[in-house]
T-cell receptor, first 113, second 114 residues
Framework: NAGVTQTPKFRILKIGQSMTLQCTQD?????MYWYRQDPGMGLKLIYY???????DKGEVPNGYNVSRSTTEDFPLRLELAAPSQTSVYFC????????????FGEGSRLTVL | AQSVTQPDIHITVSEGASLELRCNYS??????LFWYVQSPGQGLQLLLK??????LVQGIKGFEAEFKRSQSSFNLRKPSVHWSDAAEYFC????????????FGKGTHLIIQP
């Protein structure tokens, strides 16, 4: 019943620090995504992956990195955190060849001070 | 590239009244369309989706949406809202295959008045 699990749920970083947001899914989905949500701006795609070992940039990739060593896990790495990265981050997954339906985690709220 | 416009940032509706949230999309081919709901502090939950066929689709929690190709619209409706419907609603479009995910509108914040 887990679906998509994100950790941590909340985190405060200082400018210049680094951290990794974890995302894991137990639905055997090939496709995984990282979005960020800012007030009044909807969700913007950061990175996505169509399978283990394959990742690609989305609309707003600068300042982030990802890896996909297994089908289940898709961590998002923030290097040299900046205040502009203060946001709520959502991980999502979907079935390869499906018509785009995504399943979302509960989000990770990150504040950079 | 596809895009989604939700013209209303906030909508206030009295409990028990009907609701319509507007969504317009821009996409060259037949779109795959979705409505998601986000309760405070939660992730996004799928309300309904349109892929093909009947242009009126039913979703969870008593919601429905109608696809109108001529108007490039996919408006969400509910005949009678409940206080628990207060949330953020997102319309989204996919190009199919899920390769590059969904393109979301900016959302409509629904407020329910008692």
């Amino acid at each position: 019943n887990a679906g998509v699990t994100q950790t941590p749920k909340f985190r405060i970083l200082k400018i210049g620090q680094s951290m990794t947001l974890q995302c894991t899914q137990d639905m055997n989905h090939n496709y995984m995504y990282w979005y960020r949500q800012d007030p009044g701006m909807g969700l913007k795609l950061i990175y996505y992956s169509v399978g283990a070992g394959i990742t690609d940039k989305g609309e707003v990739p600068n300042g982030y990195n990802v890896s996909r060593s297994t089908t289940e896990d898709f961590p998002l790495r923030l290097e040299l955190a900046a205040p502009s990265q203060t946001s709520v981050y959502f991980c999502a997954s979907g079935v390869a060849g499906d018509t785009g339906e995504l399943f979302f985690g509960e989000g990770s709220r990150l504040t950079v001070l | 590239a596809q895009s989604v416009t939700q013209p209303d940032i906030h909508i206030t509706v009295s409990e028990g009244a009907s609701l319509e949230l507007r969504c317009n999309y821009s996409y060259g081919a037949t779109p795959y369309l979705f409505w998601y709901v986000q309760s405070p502090g939660q992730g996004l939950q799928l309300l309904l989706k349109y892929f093909s066929g009947d242009t009126l689709v039913q979703g969870i929690k008593g919601f429905e949406a109608e696809f109108k190709r001529s108007q490039s619209s996919f408006n969400l409706r509910k005949p009678s809202v409940h206080w628990s419907d207060a949330a953020e609603y997102f319309c989204a479009v996919a190009s199919g295959g899920g390769a590059d995910g969904l393109t979301f509108g900016k959302g409509t914040h629904l407020i329910i008045q008692p």
